[in-house]
């Protein structure tokens, strides 16, 4: 039965879609509209490090008096490790590929051999330098190969239809081939492909996808459903600011390639339940807030965890939260306010300028277009609200939550979160099989005549006119349904890329690339003015080379770096993230999972206009305020150079 209202907002909808379409279609942006933030963000990041360092670097400050002891002390402390006599077999026997712990007693060695084994750890595990092991001929091609496929998995809409799972997977191939013509003609080392893949993000995004699918699945009108719902809302400007607030909290929580890949769909599922006709701002919210939440916790995103691990002292939870919250806040309000402004006419339909936004944002005010959306939205609920009989909570849909309370204890209290996951997926696939053996209803097979009538089953009988017993039907398993519906082409994208990266800072390039553009900041490179060069060369590489590998460079080349250095590390190679569609993972999951149901709107050329000016204004601002207010200190406890301030 539907609401009479419903009609009447689907008759006025009819008569106003039509003229509304033909203005969007003969609207065309212009250049300066689409790409005019994006070049006044770069053309103020280069006016700022011009002004603050010079054209050609002449105002870089020479170093003061603490920096060159702390520099003194940290060549002691290397020369003194490199003196240290150390067993050969101990170490074996100990594990040189595990973690070093951090707090060794004075019968185990104390700092110094904490020190001498990090250094070895870093140095054959972390980042192995064999660089000089390339000509230049090797070093020229590998870059070529990678910055090649890097343009294709950016644009792969300009190429073949291939798509970027295969792009990547042929390319991780292609350089495990060119890498062993190298090895044979001398111009390059070995390559050990199994080495740079990455399998933590692997299993992580298995047990993810695992979990996800049978949390939609399961039960219609479930956990998932009310999940969704609960992100809702009739105002196309308030819906973005809840998938921002949920993405935001998420990723600070539970890792933001967590929250994307389990929010994806559900976010094209709102953009196609109100028909809009551009889901990008909406996919941006998640993306970008992802990324941007992700920057507050040191479990927030993989650099996080990795940055925690490998800093010379300690970092502790409560420690790394409170110089974030500052901030990173003001990035996500900058990053909102900015998505208001660049989708304000997707956001805020029939809204006239930038004040009446501020308006409806602030004073509650409506255009005829909004108050449309909400009659029709309503009406949808009335009719939705008669037609369920059953909306409240069932067993399952408690089962659910039960499940993903004590996944979320789990990783709250430090447990392995990639065993976590897929134990949940694991449980959640149990329970659904169970379900569908003896809980749903069986399907009946029933054949009808031409009438409609249901015919009697038919009798099978054998030679001597006995009948035959109909067989047991043959039961569906879950590999044949659900196990189906994982995306292994996304671990397969993942898988390629690991290959690319590893295989490019094999060269030694983005180092060299560092050094270059660091230049006399690099022995001060958090301080200001060098830290705004430093944070934007961060940024560069980040999306270059991947932000991963870079903070494992950083960690081998700078071992001593102090906790407040860690933090502008954090900050900018989380924010750099938004910069382009390779920055982060995040981003190649949510357009993944967006053109997996339909929707190919999350591209890089749509991504950068907006992403750029975002992510430069974001990282400038975040860096300012850190460099004013943090609580890490701008020395190192364990070299003993706090003791000296």
Request: proline share 5%; aromatic share 10%.
């Given at each position: ?7 009447d907002?689907?008759?006025?909808d009819?008569?106003v879609?039509?003229?509304?379409n ?12 689409r ?9 103020g ?20 008096e ?13 020369q ?11 170490d ?17 060695g ?34 070529l ?15 073949l ?6 792009i ?38 298995f ?15 479930g956990?998932?459903?009310k ?11 308030k819906r ?41 701002p ?8 992802a ?9 927030g995103n ?18 790394f ?14 990053n ?8 304000s ?15 409806i ?9 909004m ?6 939205y ?11 009989t059953n ?8 089962i659910?939550?039960?499940l993903v ?6 990783f ?14 694991a ?9 569908r053996?003896?809980y ?18 038919k ?7 006995n ?16 196990l189906?519906e ?19 800072d ?15 900041c ?17 940024t ?12 494992q ?33 995040a981003?190649m ?6 053109a ?24 400038y601002a975040g860096?300012a ?18 003791d000296?301030?």
């Open positions: 039965m539907s609401s009479p209202l419903y009609k907002v689907e008759s006025n009819a008569t879609a039509p003229l509304s033909k203005q969007a279609a003969t609207k065309k942006t212009s250049f300066l509209r790409w005019g933030p994006a070049l006044a963000a770069i053309a990041v280069i006016a700022v490090n011009v002004a603050l360092l010079g054209p050609t670097g002449g105002k870089i400050p020479a170093l003061n603490r920096q060159l002891s702390a520099q003194n002390r940290r060549l002691e402390r290397t003194a490790v490199l003196d240290m006599e150390w067993d050969h077999e101990a074996l026997k100990r594990g040189l590929h595990k973690e070093v712990g951090r707090h060794l007693s004075e019968e185990e104390g700092v110094m051999e904490y020190t001498r084994r990090r250094h070895r750890y870093l140095g054959e595990y972390v980042h192995v330098d064999v660089s000089d092991q390339f000509t230049l001929f090797g070093k020229l091609s590998i870059s190969i990678y910055f090649a496929f890097w343009v294709f998995l950016m644009f792969p809409n300009w190429f239809p291939i798509g970027r799972p295969g990547a997977l042929g390319g991780g191939l292609s350089m495990v081939v060119f890498r062993y013509i190298l090895l044979l003609t001398g111009q390059g080392p070995v390559f050990d492909a199994a080495k740079v893949i990455i399998l933590e993000p692997l299993f992580l995004l047990g993810l996808m695992l979990t996800t699918i049978y949390l939609e699945k399961m039960e219609r009108g956990l998932f459903d999940l969704r719902d609960s992100l809702d809302d009739p105002v196309n400007w973005s600011a809840k998938i921002m607030t949920m993405s935001t909290i998420g990723s600070a929580a539970v890792m933001n390639d967590s929250v994307v890949l389990i929010f994806s769909g559900v976010v094209v599922d709102l953009c196609v339940r109100h028909k809009v006709s551009n889901s990008l909406y996919l941006l919210s998640l993306a970008t807030t990324n941007t939440g992700s920057a507050f916790t040191m479990t993989p650099q996080n965890i990795l940055i925690v691990s490998l800093a010379y002292d300690d970092i502790s939870w409560t420690e939260l409170s110089n974030m919250i500052l901030p990173v806040t003001a990035a996500s309000i900058i909102a306010t900015l998505l208001f402004v660049y989708y006419t997707e956001l805020f339909p029939g809204a006239s300028g930038f004040m009446e936004c501020l308006g944002v602030f004073s509650g005010n409506r255009t005829p277009e108050l449309a959306q909400e009659h029709a309503h009406a949808r609920n009335v009719q939705a609200v008669q037609e369920d909306s409240g909570w069932s067993i399952w849909s408690k659910q939550i039960v309370t004590i996944f979320l204890i789990c709250a209290v430090g447990l392995d979160v990639c065993v976590t996951s897929i134990c949940a997926g449980i959640l696939m149990v329970l659904a099989a169970w379900k053996q003896h749903d209803p069986k399907p009946e097979i029933v054949d009808y005549d031409a009438e409609g009538n249901a015919l009697p089953p009798k099978m009988y054998d030679m001597d006119g009948e035959i017993e109909p067989e047991e039907e043959e039961l569906v398993t879950e590999s044949e349904t659900t189906t994982v995306d292994y082409g996304l671990l397969m994208l993942f898988i390629g890329q690991f290959i690319l990266i590893g295989s490019f094999d060269t030694g390039v983005p180092q060299g690339f560092f050094n270059a553009a660091m230049g006399g690099a022995d001060q490179m958090t301080s200001v003015p060098c830290v705004y060069w430093f944070v934007l060369v961060i560069i590489l980040s999306n270059v080379a991947s932000n991963v590998p870079v903070v460079m950083l960690a081998a080349t700078f071992p001593y770096a102090t906790p407040y250095d860690w933090m502008q590390v954090s900050f900018s190679a989380t924010i750099a993230g938004n910069l382009t569609m390779l920055g982060s993972a981003n999951i949510v357009a993944f999972q967006a997996k149901v339909g929707d190919r709107t999350f591209t890089s050329e749509r991504h950068a206009p907006f992403g750029i000016p975002s992510t430069l204004v974001s990282l860096t305020l850190l460099s004013l207010v943090h609580f890490s200190p701008e020395c190192s406890v364990k070299l003993g150079e706090c000296d301030q």
